[in-house]
């Protein structure tokens, strides 16, 4: 899967409120731009998190590591359940 770039993902959360309740073409701009504010933030806090675990993990032994990340594909393997559970059920 390839990772989106913020204007794409403001653009395609645009696009989706726009086929929802047909925005003006002022509407789409101001949209637009707080949608890309909205995924500039998410980026920014996404490569905190990566920070913050690469310390964390520093200062872990490696048994602790091992540990650490099966827990963390534990807990991304129960979210994608989910989104995929929430994704189902929407289609309904």
């Known amino acids: ?3 989106m770039t913020p204007e794409q993902i403001a653009a395609i959360k645009t696009n989706r409120l726009d086929k929802t309740v047909t925005l003006t073409d002022a509407q789409k701009q101001q949209v637009n731009s707080i949608y890309l504010e909205e995924a500039k933030a998410s980026k920014e806090r ?3 998190r990566k920070e913050t675990q690469k310390k964390v993990e520093a200062v872990l032994t490696k048994e602790q590591a ?3 990340e099966a827990a963390q594909q ?16 929407a289609k309904e």
């Open 46 to 48: 996404m490569a905190q």
């Open 74 to 89: 534990k807990r991304m393997e129960q979210m994608r359940a989910m989104h995929a559970e929430r994704k189902a059920k």
């Open 66 to 68: 091992q540990k650490f």
């Open 1 to 3: 899967m390839q990772k």
